[in-house]
């Protein structure tokens, strides 16, 4: 299996070069040239296995030969075991034909945890072949940062950065980031905002000297592990609903598009996807490129469901590619265009590609606050946010196909927007009852590139 950047002007790469490089030199995202297929008998035949043997089958093919079966098993089987359900991703009845895919039960309580716990097994396997070691430096408005960390925390040959804007994450988002003791941990609270991280992040990478010196490596949403792990519950979520025999919709709580494409690349190989949702907060561009087809950037609005509020999608670049035909000159100018703040508006034959695989729908923050007051009113169950936000966008498309929305934290990662719905304030799991009482371990940083780097070279255990 190879890989090939969106922008065309780097090199094509296999699975672990890929997973390592994160971002392709040229600035596109890798995608694989081909994707694997899947027969209906194939899929069929995952009905009723463990969520870690759907996993080595569904995975298998985009890894090529770069783990052996017996290898990548027992990744899998290390990536998933600090999951409190056994199930790993259980399916829950929330009305008639409409289900909830709870993909909270990670050790951070955010789906990140899917793709992070297994990309953390997967680098550190590469990394003892090789004998190298890496420093991974990451940027993160909450989630991220918290299930990196846990990911790679105490693992012999990485140091893990995590640049999160101080005052700007939640109390438990922080907490997850800045209690654990391991001397490889390193969490940033930076001067700025979620934005402001981001483009730090960047000018590390594009300092090649730098980024050769310290070994830099990323693990944002833009790596293509990561959207390998997360195609896997797509297709539990759908055979446990019948499929090969019975289509199944998706709607997914977007920000940076990760999780959805994931959701467009198993319906490639052949899972029957009906309808892929995009549900977006009110930061939403990706709802208004749907209906207008103009990709204009504003300003960030902080909303309750902050792990959604994005502008520039990074992850829409990967279907902008298939949409313009594979044409990566013609992407590398539009996505120029837009680092210099000009937005683009979408030829009538890309709008309608878009279209054919994807519908849209927004939530303001009254509608997100109803949803989850609605779901408690008539069900008991507590969601998170980001999930009701799905749910507001899902239950306007409820029909003959069965719907499945993604819950993608749980409700005790952002209690004060449960609690201003329901009045209760959702208790964390039993793994981290005392979060609160935990000693945090912090440094403060300017925003300024030299005095991060200074950081970095200094506390890395080289
Ligand atoms: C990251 C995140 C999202 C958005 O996922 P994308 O892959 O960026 O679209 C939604 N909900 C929660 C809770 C998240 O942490």
């Not at 990709?295 to 298939?322: H, K």
């Amino acid at each position: 299996m190879r890989y090939i950047s969106t922008r065309g002007q780097a090199p094509a790469l296999d699975f672990t070069q890929a997973m390592m490089t994160g971002l392709a030199r040229d600035g596109g995202l890798y995608v694989p040239e081909t994707v694997p297929q899947m027969r209906g008998g194939e899929i069929a035949a995952l009905a009723g296995l463990p969520y870690e043997q759907v996993c080595l089958q569904v995975i298998r093919p985009f890894v090529g030969g770069d783990f052996t079966d017996g290898d990548l098993s027992r990744l899998i089987g290390a990536a998933y075991a600090g999951f409190d359900h056994v199930a790993r991703a259980p399916l829950v009845q929330l009305a008639p034909n409409h289900f909830l895919l709870e993909l909270f039960h990670g050790r951070t309580l955010a789906f990140k945890d899917f793709a992070m716990s297994l990309l953390g097994q997967l680098m550190q396997a590469a990394l003892e072949r090789s004998g190298r070691r890496i420093t991974i430096v990451g940027a993160t408005s909450g989630d991220t940062g918290s299930a990196a960390i846990d990911a790679f925390r105490g693992l012999a040959n990485v140091d893990v950065f995590i640049l999160f804007p101080h005052g700007r994450v939640s109390e438990v988002q922080r907490r997850q980031m800045t209690t654990p003791a391991e001397d490889n941990v390193h969490a940033l609270a930076v001067d700025g905002d979620f934005d402001t991280c981001q483009a730090r992040l960047k000018d590390m990478f594009n300092d090649h000297a730098f980024r050769d010196e310290v070994g830099l490596a990323g693990v944002n949403s833009i790596n293509w592990a990561r959207i390998v792990a997360q195609i896997v519950y797509y297709f539990t979520a759908a055979v446990s609903l019948g499929a090969p025999h019975r289509r199944v919709s998706f709607t997914v709580p977007t920000g940076n598009f990760g999780d959805i494409f994931a959701g467009h690349i198993a319906r490639a190989m052949g899972l029957p996807v009906d309808r892929l949702v995009i549900a977006t907060n009110q930061n939403d561009i990706l709802h208004r490129v749907l209906s207008h087809g103009e990709y204009a950037t504003r300003a960030v609005a902080p909303s309750i469901s902050p792990s959604m509020d994005i502008q520039v999608s990074s992850n829409f670049e990967r279907i902008l590619f298939e949409a313009m035909g594979r044409d990566s000159a013609a992407l590398a100018q539009r996505m120029e265009g837009l680092v210099q703040g000009r937005g683009f508006v979408l030829d009538p034959g890309e709008l309608d590609f878009l279209r054919t695989k994807f519908a849209s729908g927004s939530a303001s923050e009254a509608e997100t606050i109803a949803a989850i007051a609605a779901v408690h009113a008539e069900t008991g169950q507590l969601v998170c946010p980001h999930t009701a936000v799905g749910i507001h966008v899902a239950r306007q498309r409820l029909g003959h196909v069965p719907m499945v929305t993604l819950a993608t934290a749980h409700p005790a990662k952002f209690p004060d927007a449960v609690e201003r719905a329901t009045g209760i304030r959702p208790p964390l799991p039993p793994h981290m009852a005392d979060l609160y009482e935990r000693p945090e371990r912090v440094t403060r940083v300017a925003n300024d590139l030299a005095a991060l780097q200074a950081i970095v070279r200094e506390q890395r255990r080289a």
